[in-house]
């Protein structure tokens, strides 16, 4: 139920919403947490977030900290501040903080940000975000000054050089899901059939939406008119921040 919780919290609606429009109470929703979801709901649950009911099923490592792989003892995640770049509000960049669990993080100072992979559901065709091992730790004073609700937040990566040399490929990108109004110029993820792309967006007079690359040389501008949106290709996210090395 974890994985659940995190999933509709990361698309921005409640578990009121989310209860309601399943047909369950909220109560139901608070007793799966201790529970589990009842075998009779979890076609309905896995339906409802265009998930299959394997994936419903799967192991939940949405708020793993260490990685499968890791070494027994490793069990600990450094903090260090500046998180990921970010300017530290008080503590010199030297100073870290260790904790055992996620739980152990204190909420006013940092949130977790899953990082996602995109996926399609092979019943509906709706858009998965599924998330990945481990997260990501931001500040979330740094969140609250640039607007974005963690939530509404996900890491992705940059799969391909078509935004070099703003961005790189291999880049870490935060995004806010929550934003999908198309600014002119304004750096997006968006679904293209059935990849991630990164590309800044521009609306044509006509409603038809312009794709461009930084890599012009290789990727040139793309057109896509009114009736293939939200079809084809569906906005996912504005990028805000990157992460890479020099």
Do not use: C
């Not at 931001?138 to 078509?162: C, I, N, P």
């Not at 991630?196 to 794709?211: A, E, F, H, M």
Request: overall charge positive.
């Amino acid at each position: 139920m974890l994985k659940v919780e995190t999933e509709i919290r990361a698309r921005g609606e409640s578990l009121t919403a989310f209860a309601a429009r399943i047909g369950v109470r909220s109560q139901d929703l608070n007793n799966w947490k201790k529970r589990g979801i009842p075998r009779s709901r979890q076609k309905l649950v896995a339906d409802a977030l265009g998930w299959t009911l394997d994936h419903l099923l799967a192991d939940d490592n949405t708020h793993s900290i260490t990685p499968p792989s890791a070494p027994k003892g490793l069990n600990q995640l450094a903090i260090a501040e500046p998180i990921i770049g970010y300017p530290a509000s008080s503590a010199p960049p030297s100073a870290t903080a260790r904790v055992q669990h996620p739980v152990d993080l204190p909420t006013d100072r940092y949130a977790l940000i899953p990082r996602r992979r995109i996926g399609l559901s092979q019943g509906s065709g709706a858009l998965v975000l599924e998330a990945e091992t481990p997260p990501l730790v931001f500040d979330t004073e740094w969140l609250r000054r640039s607007g974005l609700r963690a939530e509404h937040a996900a890491v992705l990566y940059m799969r391909d050089d078509s935004m070099e040399p703003s961005i790189r490929q291999g880049d870490v990108l935060l995004v806010n899901l929550g934003e999908h109004k198309i600014q002119d110029g304004g750096i997006f993820a968006i679904r293209y059939g059935h990849q991630l792309r990164v590309r800044r967006l521009y609306r044509r007079y006509d409603g038809g939406l312009i794709l461009r690359s930084e890599n012009r040389g290789r990727y040139p501008d793309e057109t896509i008119p009114p009736a293939d949106q939200d079809v084809h290709v569906q906005v996912i996210g504005r990028a805000l921040w990157r992460g890479g090395t020099i």
